[in-house]
């Protein structure tokens, strides 16, 4: 099975209908599918939790969020840890890239996977498409 990388900003489409959505919601039922495997940082966590957060100012409510993070964990997405040994080459990526150092946890991750990285993130798109196979969803 195929593994694909996918940013917060991705899954963020499949609770939050935006523009592409339906494009996320394919990639998630790719994965339902067992087509691919998502793949993701363990980082991917806390900014799915920050972004839900900032949504909650649109009124939506506490049990919203426990509904959503139960459907996503329901996905069994593979959260990976930033290793001791990638800090390095993390800093020196983000920095080549005039990323932050989370986006660049992200594309480390594709680089070290082989995979490609799914974003709807345009700024980093463009940043990044040189260095990996990345998909602007």
Request: one cysteine or more; charged letters at 30%; aromatic letters at 12%.
């Amino acid at each position: 099975m195929k593994n694909v990388v996918v940013d917060t900003s991705v899954a963020m489409k499949w609770f939050f209908p935006e523009s592409s959505f339906k494009k996320a919601l394919e990639l998630k039922n790719k994965h339902l599918k067992k087509e691919i495997s998502i793949c993701s940082r363990d980082l991917f966590l806390y900014e799915f939790t920050s972004a839900f957060k900032n949504y909650s100012s649109q009124k939506i409510e506490e049990k919203d969020f426990s509904i959503a993070i139960s459907a996503l964990m329901s996905l069994k997405i593979k959260f990976l840890p930033l290793k001791f040994q990638e800090i390095d080459g993390l800093f020196k990526l983000s920095r080549k890239l005039d990323i932050s150092i989370y986006d660049g946890s992200f594309v480390l991750l594709a680089q070290s996977l082989k995979a490609p990285l799914y974003t709807s993130d345009r700024k980093l798109f463009i940043k990044a498409k040189n260095s990996i196979e990345i998909i602007l969803i």
